[in-house]
């Protein structure tokens, strides 16, 4: 490489939104910009992202890393979670602060849409999505008689919104759209019986497109230049895309608010053994399916630390369960109880109220008892991809801010049997700068950027 070239990501995350610049050379350096919390708020009813609010803090984090940067910014890309949508008027403008998935407004979804469209496993087999009460599909199927969906024109996911802000170009990109249920599996279009049924067919913005599609020149940010890229729209996506594995018999376990564990695959997974085991088919940065399961992940310890007042910082809470002697009991991270509770303490208090007469008592054993429940759910999902695919994996690749946990990681390794390469943290933003500077043409292909991504981060390893 001649010089230096960067690029920016915005990596968008259920409890903060930050932008990350990555410096490419001979190795990739990353730097923080900044970052600012995101939080679900109650607006009008509902549990919702403040829109204004995300954007112009992006804004902010972006104006400044154009400002300050010593080396050209030739892109931006934008990763998110999954599911969530904005709906955009005539005008091209936000109808409403889109509502957040862990709104009520979804419940009961499921049932309607089983028996008035399709079942759980024909609508599986159809999507290759498994069924999760917040996806796109059952959110749609609640507001499908609303005023608010029949006057949109037309609706982008939460990754697609920021690239429409910053680029006044509407697109869908794949790898989010796969997360919604509604996309074919086949096709890898959106299926017709499924937005027709909802009536919101016309409202999509045409087949989704691939990451590393250029979106144009950057708009609204202060006359800066750069162009404006598709990234794996999907955060997991991206974080899977910067796993610097060197034998693909692994399995990964994304770690994040929620914890994905899956593997990589040239087919999807759709037999009713796998839809009944709760294995879902998103996709991958490069066009691969990625059969995994959602775990409620490291949310469990994030609002067992609020609810134990914040005092306590992760590393301190990661030597106080090491420090804890093993949990006695364990909790279902599935279990309904914990996916939005006004209190997580108190949720583990009556999950286990018929299992254990005393409780749990200290700060320290919820979280033990929360990590190694967690080890235990991880244990299962890639035992049972292992039945599906026939063959042991033989190692399991922990990426994102549990990666950083000792605690979660030895417990892994341990629950597993299996070698656990911990690293890189901050996987999402880097596979997002990876495949900007891949689609740029200064990284040949996925596979040098994984050898870039091996001489650049240090990983950790955690044997049983």
């Not at 306590?312 to 009991?329: C, G, L, N, R, W």
Request: charge should be negative; charged fraction near 20%.
């Amino acid at each position: 490489m001649k010089k230096p070239t960067s690029y920016l990501a915005i990596d968008m995350g259920a409890g903060s939104i930050r932008v990350v610049q990555g410096i490419f050379s001979d190795r990739l350096v990353i730097n923080e910009i900044g970052r600012f919390d995101n939080t679900i708020e109650t607006i009008d009813g509902h549990d919702r992202w403040n829109l204004q609010r995300i954007t112009n803090g992006i804004k902010s984090l972006l104006v400044k890393a154009f400002r300050e940067s010593k080396v050209p910014i030739v892109s931006i890309g934008t990763d998110s979670w999954g599911v969530d949508f904005v709906l955009l008027n005539t005008a091209g403008k936000p109808m409403e602060n889109p509502v957040a998935y862990r709104d009520k407004r979804t419940s009961g979804m499921d049932e309607m849409w089983n028996s008035q469209v399709l079942d759980g496993y024909e609508t599986f087999v159809k999507t290759g999505i498994n069924y999760n009460i917040f996806n796109s599909l059952y959110q749609f199927l609640s507001i499908k008689n609303k005023p608010v969906l029949k006057a949109c024109h037309s609706i982008l996911f939460t990754a697609d919104y920021i690239n429409y802000y910053f680029s006044g170009k509407r697109a869908n990109e794949l790898t989010l759209s796969g997360t919604t249920q509604m996309l074919n599996v086949e096709s890898r279009t959106w299926d017709t019986q499924i937005t027709g049924y909802l009536g919101i067919e016309n409202k999509l913005n045409g087949t989704p497109v691939m990451p590393g599609t250029n979106l144009g020149e950057l708009q609204n940010c202060c006359a800066y230049s750069a162009n404006v890229v598709t990234v794996a729209g999907h955060d997991t996506a991206c974080a899977v895309a910067a796993i610097p594995y060197t034998d693909e018999n692994f399995a990964f376990i994304a770690t994040g608010t929620w914890c994905i564990a899956g593997m990589l695959s040239d087919k999807p997974l759709l037999s009713r053994e796998a839809y009944d085991m709760g294995i879902t088919n998103e996709l991958a940065a490069d066009g691969r399916f990625r059969p995994l399961k959602n775990i409620m992940g490291l949310w469990l310890i994030q609002q067992l630390r609020v609810a134990f007042g914040s005092i306590h910082s992760y590393s301190e809470i990661d030597e106080m369960a090491q420090q804890a002697t093993p949990s006695k009991v364990l909790v279902n991270p599935d279990d309904p109880a914990f996916f939005n509770p006004k209190n997580m303490k108190e949720a583990f208090d009556a999950h286990l109220a018929d299992k254990i007469e005393s409780g749990l008592s200290s700060p320290a054993e919820y979280y033990r008892c929360a990590y190694e429940s967690l080890a235990t759910s991880f244990k299962k999902t890639l035992n049972d991809l292992e039945t599906l695919r026939g063959q042991p994996f033989s190692t399991v690749h922990i990426t994102g801010g549990g990666s950083k946990s000792a605690m979660l990681c030895a417990l892994t390794a341990n629950y597993t049997g299996k070698n656990v390469v911990a690293g890189p943290v901050e996987g999402a933003a880097i596979g997002n700068l990876m495949i900007q500077a891949v689609a740029d043409g200064v990284v040949s292909s996925y596979d040098e950027a994984r050898k870039m991504i091996t001489r650049s981060f240090n990983v950790k390893e955690y044997h049983s």
